[in-house]
Antibody
């Protein structure tokens, strides 16, 4: 069965960096675009970034452009989110999500999330 | 950016009753609209995609309708496990979510 397991969250000071990982299993990881979605405490869902199935293209929400970088290692079935110059407003649970196959770009599987807290 | 607006923010419903949730897009998203359910402490779960297609394993009491800019999620007879927050998402032009509708026990 499809599994997505995030890791790497924690408490970090403003301006510092953090790298999140999402380990995928149960499907052919290299076939699907992958996404990061975040949810600030008590708030709604915010789409963050997408990476193509082969890693050749990326797109970001304006709120994170230039500070967060999505990448993937298809040989290790792992998705990453490099987070630089972190701000208090980046505090959130970060979910990785699989984009559905066959051309419909909704998210059919989600990880359980990893909490990032930006605080001094 | 396409803005998704959900209404109402909170819906108070008794078990067995019908629940109707609305989602409006700031511009047409065709049928590229999904609905997700999220319970406290859990990840979102896909309910509906393509505006009206139920995801695998989703009960028939959940139905979606609409196209263009106006969409509806209907839960025909609310069960206790359906109390949750529901989000719509457009995927016609990148991706954006609505702010959510909380379905609570009346």
């Amino acid at each position: 069965q499809v599994q997505l397991v995030e890791s790497g969250g924690g408490v970090v000071q403003p301006g510092r960096s953090l790298r999140l990982s999402c380990a995928a299993s149960g499907f052919t990881f290299s076939s699907n675009p992958m996404h990061w979605v975040r949810q600030a405490p008590g708030k709604g869902l915010e789409w963050v970034a997408v990476i193509s199935y082969d890693g050749s293209s990326e797109h970001y929400a304006d709120s994170v452009k230039g500070r967060l970088t999505i990448s993937r290692d298809n040989s290790k079935n792992t998705l990453f989110l490099q987070m630089n110059s972190l701000r208090a407003e980046d505090t959130a649970v970060y979910y990785c999500a699989r984009e559905a196959p066959y051309g419909s770009a909704h998210f059919d599987y989600w990880g359980q999330g990893t909490l990032v807290t930006v605080s001094s | 950016e396409i803005v998704m607006t959900q209404s109402p923010a909170t819906l108070s419903v008794s078990p067995g009753e019908r629940a109707t949730l609305s989602c409006r897009a700031s511009q047409s998203v065709s049928s590229n609209l999904a609905w997700y359910q999220q319970k406290p402490g859990q990840a979102p779960r896909l309910l509906i995609y393509g505006a009206s297609t139920r995801a695998t394993g989703i009960p028939a009491r959940f139905s979606g309708s609409g196209s263009g800019t106006e969409f509806t999620l209907t839960i025909s007879s609310l069960q206790s496990e359906d109390f949750a927050v529901y989000y719509c998402q457009q995927y016609n032009n990148w991706w954006t979510f609505g702010q959510g509708t909380k379905v609570e026990n009346k």
